[in-house]
């Protein structure tokens, strides 16, 4: 028993109430996987990123839901790199990381005295046509099926961490819409732990290209994630595949999180036929306090 102190910082926002929250515990190594397990819960977030030494990479990284550990995350890593960058724990521009899907290359910049920007490479895209109901699935999120558009595919997909990839014609769709997280396990039969991740081409802001919500898998113990990192890059690759597959580079800039007031922008670079998934953004340091476990 003892005290974790734990570093809150928000990803891809520079606002200490936008972007995606995460908890950050920069030594790791001091904790069983239980005990990240409770601190993650007892946090609150939808994820709590712990640093750890590596043998194969300059550090380790370890993701973990209110109530279980996943094998990559997005905003948890890109609020780890920018603690530990803004706290001179690393130096240098570029660096590995180890994390359960492999060890990725990461890009660290200054963009002023005291912000950083947080590039991470992503693992190659991989997509699966969905076989449920699209009725089913509108309902499951609070919309109904022509809502939904149909032009595009509905898929799996994956650069590190599955969520299933929807269409929708509008943007005034989001704003209708409630998820009913314990349904998803009975829609996506598939893969039912997956989460739910709506998309459209309409955005709030004109210097964006694309707009989205995440629902969480009922598995998290959370409902909505605000801003979302791997998503994000997912979709970049969705894009590259379905909507603009003739372009042999494409960068996209993602804004997630308006409907609940947690707006961020996600920053997606696709290259290589669709192959090259990298997404950036930026974050701030918010708050820290020590969790008893």
């Known amino acids: 028993m003892g005290n974790v102190r734990v570093y809150h910082y928000n990803a891809f926002s520079t606002e200490k109430d936008k972007g995606n929250p995460a908890g950050v515990v920069f030594d790791g190594h001091t904790l069983s ?60 521009q570029y660096l590995t990381v180890e994390t359960n899907v492999g060890i990725l290359p990461m890009q660290v910049t200054s963009t002023s005295d005291e912000s950083f920007m947080v590039l991470m490479k992503q693992a190659s895209p991989e997509f699966v046509e969905f076989q449920g109901s699209l009725d089913k699935l509108a309902d499951s999120i609070g919309i109904t099926r022509e809502d939904i558009d149909e032009n595009l595919p509905v898929v799996f997909g994956s650069t590190g961490i599955w969520t299933l990839l929807i269409p929708i014609k509008k943007l005034e769709s989001f704003s209708r819409m409630t998820p009913h997280n314990e349904q998803f396990p009975s829609v ?41 990192g791997t998503a994000s890059g997912v979709m970049g690759a969705y894009y590259s595949r379905y ?48 969790i008893e476990i």
């Open 188 to 228: 996506l039969v598939q893969m039912p732990r997956m989460s739910v991740h709506p998309f459209c081409l309409e955005t709030h802001d004109p210097k964006a290209h694309m707009h989205a919500r995440h629902f969480s898998s009922p598995y998290s113990g959370t409902v909505e994630d605000p801003v979302t």
């Open 243 to 290: 909507i603009k597959s003739d372009s042999e580079q494409v960068n996209l800039v993602v804004e997630q999180g308006h409907e609940i007031g947690r707006n961020g922008y996600v920053f997606v670079s696709i290259g290589s036929q669709g192959n090259d998934i990298q997404i950036s953004g930026s974050g701030v340091y918010v708050t820290e306090y020590d």
């Open 33 to 92: 996987e239980e005990q990240k397990v409770a601190v993650a819960k007892q946090v609150g977030f939808n994820e709590t990123a712990f640093v750890l030494e590596s043998d194969v990479a300059d550090l380790r990284l370890q993701y973990f839901t209110p109530s279980h550990e996943i094998n990559l995350c997005g905003h948890a890593t890109v609020a780890s790199l920018f603690g530990l960058r803004s706290r001179k724990l690393i130096n240098g």
